[in-house]
């Protein structure tokens, strides 16, 4: 059975995250949720894109029993790891593509200090609408992503369970 090219005219076939320099997953848990996010994002990052799970909360101890630094501990030692350039910020249970990690890095590259991706959070700038369960909800999320013009817009309003900002505005952020 031949399978069907679901492209867009003009679309390549690998979707570009080029400039991307880290990926920062907030884990929040439980642990199969934080698994599933880790696997997802480092099959979508290219080679030489680090994955670096933060625990959320600063009082976190590893499989092992051993404490791992959370919090803004933790978020201060992954970003000083990493090169200066975009990073994605993440929660895991964000549901988010590569399509839409690129659109974030790019607005990032036009100039938007923080980019945030819609949501189904209400009472926020960038509010999408009421979304289904995640699995239910990408496909929704990627015909949106597709159909949208990724344009620029000032949101006074987010909750930060996803974004796209240089590490340089990460760090001044946690120092607020």
Avoid: W, Y
Avoid at 42 to 49: A, E, Q, T
């Amino acid at each position: 059975m031949a399978q069907t090219d679901k492209r867009l005219p003009g679309q390549s076939s690998r979707i570009e995250l080029d400039g991307l320099t880290a990926v920062i997953l907030l884990a929040f848990g439980p642990r199969p949720t934080t698994r599933s996010a880790e696997k997802s994002l480092r099959k979508m990052c290219p080679s030489g894109v680090p994955v670096l799970t933060v625990p959320a909360t600063a009082a976190a101890r590893s499989s092992a029993g051993e404490p791992v630094p959370g919090g803004v501990i933790g978020l201060e030692s992954a970003l000083s790891s990493v090169s200066l350039g975009p990073v994605l910020l993440v929660h895991d249970d964000v549901a988010i593509d590569a399509l839409s990690v690129g659109r974030l890095v790019e607005a990032n590259r036009r100039g938007a200090t923080v980019a945030v991706p819609v949501t189904n959070d209400l009472g926020t700038d960038h509010f999408f609408g009421p979304l289904p369960p995640a699995m239910a909800a990408r496909p929704q999320l990627r015909a949106h992503g597709l159909a949208a013009d990724p344009g620029v817009a000032a949101i006074v309003s987010a909750r930060p369970g996803c974004l796209v900002a240089d590490t340089r505005t990460l760090v001044e952020l946690l120092s607020r």
